[in-house]
């Protein structure tokens, strides 16, 4: 059993989400609290767990070494993949050479958006969007053309997909990024939903983006689908991103890995990628990778799931039955939670803007979502132990949905 339930101290030890929020808010970062109340960090999407220790155990050892010159990745380090891969995802026949390092999947997304998209054109998301999506486009000069996912009945987000053919044809776009599992909705898509959106992304002669980070935090017994696994043709049109960096809360590591099986597609982004001369991989993520990957981390992680899934249901339950007016989607994928404040807002008369200042006052630290393009809404992180997310729930309930 590891320990998902210590409160640990993260304040002065390089953690943005407990030192970043100010005196007012900056930017996306919210404000710090009033007097007599802590910071409950439910904002930026880092967890406040303590990371497997078998990936500490790794870096450490290899700091024992006094050296750290140049090196090249291991055979442990694409073997680890490849297993990992393979187990966790049913992947199989994957080699070395279709796996390629990225500092980041943000970095491999804009490799891509230079490799097959001029500056002005248009590229495809679903809305709501990650913010990251959004300003590489921005800050490589390219458009976003958002999809609206919809509710259905059940109130489940899906795709539409005419609306994303006809976007497609419209604006003459061939290049898609697909967030799977979608960040900030919580959607992990089921086989069918991926197979159509590929046939629609084929029929328009596509490249997809896949950005699978969030593919190991499945929660409540969903099951991620690889996008390039669903058909011969999607496995050759698809540039799959993925990262041990969420899953184990690494991301001050550094280190993400791209799996392209078409050989074009592949020297292409790795071409784009070289030009800055600094997509290399830091030796010790090189080793905190073949931790996470270790036995000790499927361990790890298959009890991080399983406190997940407990605090989404809790946290759930809890936003349905006491918050009157906010309207929430339970994850299937993610540990960030989705609130649609709008009706709750037209009853009340008060602005998005009120409401969060009001959760940030009591000390929850949650996100505006108006940044992930979808008005009325705030982002939600409950990776943290449950005992903090029964605090937040409980300042909300008195101080700000009253």
């Known amino acids: 059993m590891y320990d998902f339930t210590t409160i640990l101290d993260r304040r002065g030890k390089d953690a943005l989400a407990v030192d970043g929020p100010r005196a007012e808010a900056i930017g996306s970062m919210p404000a710090a609290p009033k007097e007599g109340f802590d910071m409950i960090p439910m904002w930026v999407a880092d967890m406040n767990f303590a990371t497997c220790p078998a990936i500490q155990d790794k870096v450490i050892e290899r700091t024992r070494h006094p050296l750290f010159g140049y090196f090249q990745p291991t055979d442990e380090y694409y073997n680890a993949i490849i297993d990992w891969q393979r187990t966790r995802n049913g992947v199989t026949g994957l080699t070395p050479a279709e796996i390629g390092y990225e500092n980041g999947v943000l970095g491999c997304v804009n490799s891509a958006l230079q490799a097959f998209t001029a500056p002005g054109e248009k590229v495809l998301l679903h809305s709501p969007t990650y913010v990251g999506f959004t300003e590489s486009l921005a800050q490589t000069g390219r458009v976003a053309e958002h999809s609206p996912l919809v509710k259905d009945e059940k109130g489940v987000w899906r795709m539409d997909f005419e609306d994303m053919d006809r976007r497609l044809k419209k604006n003459r776009i061939h290049l898609a990024i ?63 991103i993925y990262a041990p960096s969420k899953t184990f809360n690494l991301a001050g590591l550094i280190g993400s890995y791209h799996i392209i099986y078409s050989r074009y597609l592949r020297q292409r982004v790795r071409r784009q990628a070289a030009v800055s001369g600094y997509n290399h991989m830091n030796v010790l993520s090189m080793h905190a990778l073949a931790g996470a990957y270790s036995e000790a981390g499927h361990q790890w992680l298959d009890e991080l799931r399983q406190v997940l899934s407990g605090n989404i249901n809790y946290a759930y339950e809890f936003i349905t039955t006491n918050f009157d007016g906010i309207e929430v989607f339970r994850p299937e994928g993610t540990y960030m939670m989705f609130l649609d404040c709008e009706k709750y807002c037209q009853r009340t008369g008060r602005s998005l803007d009120e409401v969060l200042q009001a959760g940030w006052d009591v000390g929850v630290a949650w996100q505006d979502g108006r940044l992930f393009y979808h008005p009325w809404s705030i982002r939600m992180n409950f990776a943290l132990p449950l005992s903090r997310v029964q605090e937040a729930m409980e300042r909300l309930k008195k101080y700000v949905f009253i």
């Open 178 to 240: 697909f967030c799977s599992p979608h960040n900030p909705c919580g959607r992990v898509w089921e086989r069918w939903e991926i197979e159509k959106a590929m046939e629609v992304f084929a029929a328009n002669d596509c490249v997809v983006i896949s950005d699978e980070i969030w593919s190991d935090l499945i929660l409540n017994g969903n099951k991620h689908i690889p996008t390039q696994s669903v058909s011969e043709d999607a496995k050759n049109r698809t540039i799959a």
